[in-house]
């Protein structure tokens, strides 16, 4: 009778079973997988015009991805793509907020290794018409106002202490200098977002929202807040450290008036996956008119346009939409990889704001259109990422109800905000993961060999040295 095989070698065949069949998984998954492109999806109706994306591409350590460059598309009526200017090329590590100008020119906000670069372009030559650089390692966004003022959002910036410096400022071109500048640890405690890093408020978006009032989105603070240049006091703060039931690490809010002058923020809450609307109802308080949830992930811009609708900027799933009140989706159009910051310059070209950049909100509030409630998105395109359920989806679906969802859904959705930068283009989620798994089961394999092996190892090592 032959006798069984021993234990080890019962084990050694298992993990190869385990790493064969998870590198087979993500072959046949990458072998179906179509890669997002650069165009439409949902159109049922024309746009009003042109819509400018800026995507931020990825770039690590100054070394950039050729298959994710940093770039600014222009998406026509029906969701062609009629341009691209590839900032890669130029050396842009990233691109964030783009604003329409008056002029009909673009304002973008990049960063190149160490310092921001802002830049005015025109989009009918391809051209930069003047760039601005900043010692400031990481900025969002940077509009201009006051005809040569560019108003900053400085984030990452710390002292040699390792104090946060993080701030606003404006800067005025004609006369090459700061003349206005607003620190956050002189207006927040230290303890703020669990205390002082090397990324503390992270601040994402600056408007203009009246004469020496600026909206700030200090993203890590779950807040939205006005400040006032002159006196320097917050006049206005939607939501509160930690309170994620208001919001979660939003990205850029923009201020509207409803009825009778009534302030309203309608902002990309980014960590809850929706996008909603407030209205302040007296000092400190703030009623929630509008959410539209359901299909997002880690949506980073919203505008409304002047027909009533929405302009989203939904990065994960790589897409832009325009959608109806009520949450249908009449045009869509798909932008690798991230995107960050959406406009429709038609609608700019309504504004009623004073800045010399004219991005931004330009529509009614949700309370003008009698359409308050909240509303679930619908009429996406079934051939985009928004309906591919993700491994880091899964994941924490897979862990809601149980002992460890504390512990699994928040690693998940820190995975799925890293992993679409890193990831292959030609590898969908799920191909990436088998091949995760399959690395790390071959890793602790190799681990394990090398522990049980350790005095052979030892012996032969021996052997060979003199």
Not at 359 to 386: C, D, I, K, Q, R
Not at 435 to 446: K, R, Y
Request: charged share 20%; net charge negative; hydrophobic share 35%.
């Amino acid at each position: 009778m032959a006798s069984l095989p021993p234990r080890r070698w019962l084990l050694r065949g298992a993990l190869a079973l385990a790493v064969g069949a998870l590198v087979l998984a993500a072959a046949v998954s990458a072998a179906t997988y179509e890669p997002t492109n650069l165009g439409p999806g949902t159109v049922d109706s024309p746009a009003n015009g042109s819509t400018v994306v800026s995507v931020q591409g990825f770039h690590f350590q100054g070394i950039g991805n050729g298959k994710k460059p940093a770039r600014l598309v222009s998406a026509g009526p029906r969701g062609t793509t009629d341009w691209v200017h590839n900032g890669s090329e130029q050396g842009a590590r990233w691109f964030y907020d783009v604003d329409p100008l008056s002029n009909g020119n673009l304002l973008v906000t990049s960063t190149v290794p160490g310092d921001t670069v802002v830049y005015e372009f025109d989009p009918e030559n391809r051209t930069r018409v003047w760039s601005q650089r900043f010692d400031a390692e990481d900025t969002h966004d940077v509009d201009l106002i006051n005809g040569d003022q560019l108003l900053v959002a400085n984030m990452r910036r710390t002292n040699d202490s390792g104090v946060p410096n993080d701030r606003l400022f404006v800067y005025d071109r004609s006369e090459d200098r700061i003349v206005w500048e607003w620190t956050f640890r002189k207006h927040f405690p230290e303890s703020t977002d669990g205390g002082y890093s090397a990324d503390w408020s992270h601040v994402n978006d600056v408007d203009k929202v009246g004469e020496g009032k600026y909206l700030a989105s200090p993203r890590n603070f779950d807040q939205a807040i006005v400040v006032d240049r002159a006196s320097g006091n917050v006049t206005m703060r939607l939501g509160s450290d930690g309170n994620h039931s208001r919001l979660f690490e939003q990205h850029n809010p923009d201020y509207l008036e409803g009825p009778n002058g009534t302030p309203t923020i309608l902002v990309a809450d980014s960590e809850n996956d929706r996008v909603v609307e407030y209205a302040r109802t007296g000092p400190g308080e703030w009623n929630r008119t509008w959410e539209l949830s359901g299909g997002f992930n880690w949506p980073r811009d919203a505008d409304r346009l002047p027909n009533g609708n929405t302009l989203i900027t939904d990065t994960l799933n790589q897409r832009v939409l325009e959608v109806t009140p009520r949450g249908e989706v009449v045009w869509e159009y798909y932008a690798p990889w991230a995107p960050y910051d959406s406009e429709r310059p038609s609608a700019a070209n309504t504004s009623v704001s004073q800045n010399a950049s004219v991005g931004g909100s330009h529509g009614p509030t949700v309370a003008e259109m009698n359409a308050t409630g909240s509303y679930t998105l619908s009429g996406s395109s079934e051939s985009g990422l928004a309906t591919q359920t993700s491994f880091s989806t899964w994941v924490a679906a897979t862990a809601a109800g149980t002992p460890v969802q504390d512990i699994v859904q928040p690693a998940a959705e820190r995975y799925s905000h890293i992993v679409p930068f890193v990831r292959p283009v030609w590898l969908s989620s799920w191909a990436f993961a088998a091949l995760v798994g399959a690395l790390a089961l071959a890793l602790v394999w190799a681990l394990g060999e090398i522990i049980y092996q350790r005095r052979h190892i030892r012996r032969r090592v021996g052997r060979t040295l003199p």
